[in-house]
């Protein structure tokens, strides 16, 4: 299966990004609560990670006994506080700290215990009420490093995260979120925007890369809510617009860029921010709210997809308002049926050929921007590819109207 | 896994015909009562097809968007009456004649929509309540040509099909329909032969041309319904014969090539026929109804099994009355009772070795007929071998009683 | 998936085992009394047979149709008391005991019945209340030869089996049963044991090849039932020791091999022996009970799991007692509830890679036993590795404490 980048080799096709996603890079890969006494068994970038708790602390191990091939995650930390978990079958004793065997419980005290006895520890961190694994060949990079300040600074937000699997490659869901102008079309009659006009079209999508360097925001001018296409008609169709009465709120309003709280207060420059390894974030205008999107590739079919809503901390009330608003309003509309309008299609999706096109001027920037820009071990040898131009504008070489 | 033809070199192996089905023909995919608003994804010879109706007519696409790969077949006609489809993704339209893309409704009316932007189109037609789909590189026949007489006609007959999903590839299957002399063995006690004796076996088969040239009819001589076996007995056992008090009749009873009616009065010539590209009728000596199989390969191990009941008109009470012994018995004891008995049997059989015999000359005969015989494009490579004798007699080289 | 044997090329390596198991054995494949009338299929190491019963006689055959490659299984006797089964396909018969067509019965009985008109038979044989089959390409050898003592002296022993389908390969499965020191740590807290002290750890075992030469004999000294291991604290923790006040008993009583009633009364000179082609043998320091396991490979992920309890007949109280025994305590206790903390673990064991150390010196005297000296047809290449010493102590190569 040849996949065919479209228009011009300065287009990364999706199968060129990696398809257990990047490497030497901290992932959720479960919400804290359900880690409770017995050891859990996860799966992220095709490596199966044992979590366990013990003595306060949280500890991943390769989920694979060096002895003889038990899963750890069946074991249990027979001796709590001393952070160790052990084999099911026959008493390999783990230090969580280094992986190292302690003990091999049925060889007695003076049992050799040989440097090869261990197992690979992942980095693994709780913190937003989410458990975080480091997959990589490096050091693991301090947790804040990869996270957005919304996440990184709990002091100042609070978060409630979701959760779900999807059938797909972690790079269909991830494309999905690119700022590719499907919003308009895929989510025209989503609860949450059914009232209001839809989202802006036909667009004019710039990216620019992030301060921190971690990722590009994407900017869209010249939208419109309407267009007439010959021998079709008005998008979206008449019989979808006349009950659209309402101003764009919420989710549906753009920021100015000039005026907008988030710009001013808060100095947010993006409404919409892509970043490595695989992480969305969409914010309103308010500088208030955004929502995290962390795809999670679990195997080459599977992904994980967390979602943390995070608020701006703006005292006690407001935190309960905006808890109950999530709970009876943005949990059902937009958490649960807005996403499932996207689940529905990416699961269908097949990679293996592709046009890409001007609305995709976002998605070519980022898997660019990505390839080119990952965390890589020293060994890793460079790109293979070193393509020239930015995908941030009209020269991407994507088919454009404007020529 | 070699496959072992078993006498002779002039015999086809069944993996010697195309494992995904005869390329260039039509197949019945779908009641057509089943296509309604919504389009639907059928999957024939291993491709993907999304079928859609609008404006009265019937549409056939590549299931995959040319964009990002999403199921066109979860999209919608959001322009009834234009005969597009639009994908579910990001709206580009197609043209459900030519499969161009004439809008990307998510980059504004002045979208550039380059000659490339385009799936496969596939001919399609209802007709007799079913609709048919080629699949093939060539340009596709008249619907007509690739169908038997009783369904190309539908004033002179009138039709009720039903269809069943079989885990097996189409090759087994349509060996079980070549005239093999299974039937006598494994429907013996169906309850529409109940009463009857069993059909003839142990009859010497030959094979003939079709004059149409599309594929054989078949003639058997010579049959027996009862025979004595040394160290085993009888066949049928007594056991299973003593309440065969009927005489033949229905379909238990062969067609007197001088005298019965399908010949004198219709001129069908034979009661059984296989015909390209996997098509089997078996009728009545009244020649008055048609058995039609067709089998259509979803993909190597699954198969559509579409069974059209074909009934001649002869009055508006005929007809009723056909209808009501339809729904009332062969409903039940032939495309149910008797189908499953086969279903049964196919679902398990492995064609990696196999060794024919007598009894297999129909399925002999066709498999060549078939190979040599089947439509290929010009860009083909004409069959790399050609087997030199027909397989119409004892001369096909299947070890035979006769010598 | 490259195997590491730990520590010295002594040490043969699950993987090199043969992934389907040792040919030219007996095996257990179902309980007599689940073969009624209706032909049953069976797999066992990787080939698909069917057995029927016919004039009080039970054949096995290939469970293929020579002709056209139907399963047989799903055929009938049609001829009662002839020994044969008929195709469901196309009737051809086949004599149970030479695996020849008798009769192709749509043929007539002047049919052509040829030399390789045939499928393989297996050899097989009602015994014990078990179906056993041979499978291989050399003559089989008498079942007795294959049965120990306890199973093939039915006069002696009467028995009780059962069967359980585990989905792991067989070399895990065996693995767990080469007295490898898991049984103290999995199986402390099973309710057979609860009360009692646990199985003794960090024994020095031994190994002895059996007189008749099939097999290994398991001796362990010096074990202890309690340990204090540094930084950890004792194995069994306290929190699982207050209650153990029983003395060992049954099952958890070990063999005094100078006095126990076993050695001095039934010569049975070992406890635990493992015995090709994967065979364990668990007795009692009476010397009138074993338990049986049996390990048959159905395919490279699927083993069954026959046990059978074996007790000494001591008379037709003793039987009835054995029976309500079984039927009320270790059906339960050992059948289910044990034998499945052992399925909970090797079902989740993967043998890619694995360090074998002191507490496996079971496993690798049994591995090195078996390779060398399974059966093997002449046509079979010698073992290509001829691994010098044998691992029966501390010379295994196997990292051990004592050095």
Request: charged share 25%.
């Amino acid at each position: 299966m040849s996949t065919t980048p479209s228009a011009s080799s300065n287009v990364y096709a999706a199968t060129e990004l990696p398809e257990l996603g990047f490497r030497n890079y901290w992932y959720p890969v479960l919400a804290a609560w359900r880690l409770r006494q017995r050891p859990k068994a996860v799966k992220l970038l095709g490596e199966e990670v044992v979590l366990y708790r013990d003595g306060g602390k949280i500890y991943a191990l390769k989920d694979q006994c060096a002895h003889r091939g038990a899963r750890l995650s069946r074991g249990k930390c027979l001796y709590p506080g001393s952070g160790t978990l052990s084999c099911p079958y026959h008493g390999w004793t783990y230090s969580g700290e280094t992986g190292q065997v302690v003990a091999k419980l049925m060889e007695g005290p003076d049992a050799i215990l040989p440097a090869e006895a261990r197992v690979t520890t992942y980095p693994v961190q709780e913190h937003n009420g989410v458990l975080w694994v480091f997959v990589g060949d490096m050091n693991a990079a301090p947790l804040e490093e990869d996270l957005p300040e919304c996440l990184a600074k709990p002091d100042e937000w609070h978060t409630i995260g979701t959760w779900r699997t999807y059938r797909c490659n972690w790079r269909v869901l991830n494309d999905n979120l690119c700022y590719d102008l499907h919003a308009p079309f895929v989510h025209r009659n989503s609860p949450e925007l059914f009232f209001q006009p839809v989202f802006p079209f036909a667009s004019h999508v710039t990216t620019t890369k992030l301060e921190n360097a971690n990722g590009l925001g994407y900017v869209a001018k010249d939208g419109v809510t309407e267009a007439s296409y010959p021998g079709l008609g008005l998008f979206p169709p008449p019989r979808e617009t006349f009950f659209r009465r309402l101003r764009p709120m919420g989710r549906g309003q753009e920021m100015d860029r000039e005026k907008a709280q988030a710009v001013k207060r808060y100095g947010i420059k993006y409404r919409h921010m892509s970043c490595l390894p695989a992480v969305t974030l969409v914010g309103r205008p308010t500088g208030e709210y955004f929502m995290v999107r962390w795809v999670t590739p679990i195997d080459a079919e599977t992904t994980l997809f967390y979602s943390i809503n995070a608020f701006r901390r703006r005292g006690w009330l407001a935190t309960q308002l905006d808890r109950i608003g999530w709970a009876f309003w943005m949990s059902w509309s937009h958490d649960w049926i807005f996403s499932d309008q996207d689940k529905n299609i990416v699961e269908g999706v097949r990679s293996n050929a592709e046009q890409l096109s001007p609305t995709d001027l976002g998605v070519a920037a980022w898997r660019k921007f990505a390839v080119e820009n990952a965390r890589r071990s020293p060994t890793e040898a460079p790109t293979e590819d070193d393509r020239p131009a930015p995908v941030c504008a009209d020269d991407a070489g994507i088919g454009s109207a404007a020529e």
